[in-house]
């Protein structure tokens, strides 16, 4: 018996600590393991017995990339209980806030995290030597996102200008106009992004997905909208644990959430794109058949490019509703504590962001349920390594480590932040003939 074993200690370019076990034996893959071991941090408790309005806060400490998908996740559950539904310009600016968390997310995952993959560099620190224009302007990309979330949520990392029934406060029109300038230039950069993007070496992979996430009425989905999926699935938030289950997996500190009966589905840009593609503005839609993307796209690895059209997309949506900015009258609307049970769903940069609150008649949370993207796409990005590994086993050790990876990051899982590079222990072996008689 023959085994080779590709073994990644540290996963490199994902945010957080997790790391890669996939085994083959006979030229088979006999297993793949996406193993997160990053302690768990227990949330879900820690809002336990803290008032409904602590939620915002508290969630967005959850992430330093996307505090503002659990903040909004966080603040429409709630709002569900206590009967308050925002519209006109206060919806438009959380729909802007969201903009902002796109356009730094995606800006940060497309240049910085993936993009050294496919252009054969070790980290963007070393991409950085041959394309310095191309990192500055990436890192000036994606403080425009920054900005809007730091004048909006009040500071740029972990936001807390977010509350249940609206803000705290608004800028007034003065403070909001230079972002508008900065929006502007983003706007061509982010056209070049989708051009740029589709020019890069493309591995081949295609994937049979059911894909999931929200849709829209009229929008291309941020805040709001059902939960459907390519299979059939149309469904509210509030019946999200009717058809999706969280399974513990031992390798992993992270659970797995599957389709109840059906097993792996995926989540984030690849997903929100083939649902929604009619969604996006016909220039939009021509510059991403230019790129080379179809209404439907099912290669992982054109995710950057998918990222890169909803990237020009955020910047799209927040320049229309900034330009046409004036302070709404009150930053909030009154809300009053009642007991209930709120559920809500959210599309984070990665995926659908589902979060449900029982609160009781003085507003105190009872309990509390989180479920991010990552852990709905565990399963699939397990199953994408080993459909891309079996495809290539010629390939040796090292580029195949290398794509393992690529695989991975096609996904960008967030399991917190990780500085760590990869090591990579390889063991091949194959069943050797008999040299006895039966």
């Known amino acids: ?70 903040q909004m996740s966080a603040v429409h559950a709630l709002e569900r209980i206590l009967g308050v539904e925002l519209d006109g310009p206060l919806r438009d600016l959380r729909r802007v806030l969201y903009c902002g968390e796109w356009i730094e997310s995606h800006g940060l995952h497309i240049y910085l995290l993936h993009a050294p993959d496919f252009l ?31 004048l909006f949520g009040g500071r740029e990392i972990h936001p807390i200008n977010v509350c249940v029934g609206g803000f705290y406060r608004l800028p007034s029109r003065a403070d909001v106009a230079p972002l508008v300038e900065r929006l502007r230039w983003a706007r061509q950069v982010a056209r070049d992004s989708v051009l740029w993007a589709g020019s890069l070496p493309m591995p081949e992979l295609q994937g049979d997905y059911e894909y999931v996430a929200l849709r829209h009425p009229h929008e291309y989905p941020m805040n709001e909208g059902r939960i459907v999926s390519s299979r059939g699935l149309d469904i509210a938030a509030d019946e999200f644990e009717d058809h999706f289950e969280e399974i513990h997996v031992p390798h992993s500190n992270a659970l797995h959430c599957a389709r109840k009966g059906r097993g792996a589905y995926l989540v984030g840009p690849l997903a929100r794109y083939s649902l929604n593609f009619d969604r996006l503005a016909p220039e ?112 040796p050790d090292a580029e195949l480590q290398w794509h393992c ?27 050797e003939p008999s040299t006895t008689g039966p």
């Open 405 to 431: 990876e690529q695989a991975i990051r096609n996904y960008d899982p967030c399991i917190s932040c990780a500085t760590h590079f990869l090591k990579l222990t390889v063991d091949r072996s194959i069943d």
């Open 284 to 395: 939009i839609q021509t510059l991403a058949h230019q790129a080379g993307l179809g209404a439907v796209v099912t290669n992982p690895f054109q995710s950057i490019v998918v990222r890169a059209v909803e990237l020009l997309h955020a910047v799209e949506e927040a320049l229309r509703i900034l330009e046409a900015y004036a302070p709404p009258a009150a930053p909030r609307v009154p809300v009053t504590a009642r007991a209930g049970v709120g559920r809500a769903c959210t599309e984070a940069p990665r995926g659908i962001l589902f979060h449900r609150y029982q609160i009781d008649d003085e507003g105190t949370i009872e309990s509390a349920r989180i479920v991010p993207p990552t852990s709905q796409n565990q399963r699939t990005i397990e199953n994408d390594v080993a459909a891309f590994v079996t495809r290539h086993l010629s390939l």
């Open 120 to 150: 054969g560099y070790e980290s963007a620190i070393h991409m950085a030597a041959d394309h310095g224009e191309t990192v500055r302007t990436a890192l000036a990309l994606k403080k425009v996102g920054n900005e809007i979330v730091a």
């Open 1 to 70: 018996m023959k085994t080779r074993t590709i073994k990644v200690d540290q996963l490199a370019r994902v945010e957080g600590e997790g790391a890669l076990h996939v085994r083959i034996r006979n030229e088979r893959v006999e297993e793949v393991e996406l193993r997160i071991f990053e302690p768990p941090r227990f949330f879900e408790a820690l809002l336990r017995g803290r008032r409904f309005s602590e939620a915002p806060d508290i969630t967005a400490r959850i992430c330093g990339i996307c505090p503002v998908a659990y």
